[in-house]
């Protein structure tokens, strides 16, 4: 997890750095979103996969096939926080 958690912040601060420094960044649109992705991706997953750890006692199974519905949850509990954080971070502001 950390290591992973230290390559999603590289591949962050990369990104923010281009995004200052580039003209043409700003034509893309919401590559932001993107390239924090798997930031954000890390930082719901690590609550979600601990609280699933103490109620189940055990580590979610995240291949197919699903081995439990406790497990399918835990996937759409996911991709849940994921589209959700991705709607709040493309919302306009008023």
Known sequence: FNLCLLAAVGIFLYAYLVSQSSPFYKFI????????????????????????????KREPVVEKPMPSVADFIYMMILIAGMVLAGMLFLRKPI
């Open 29 to 56: 649109g919401n590559l932001d979103m993107w390239l924090g992705a798997p930031l954000l991706f890390l930082v719901i997953q690590k609550p979600i996969r601990l609280g699933f750890k103490s109620i189940m």
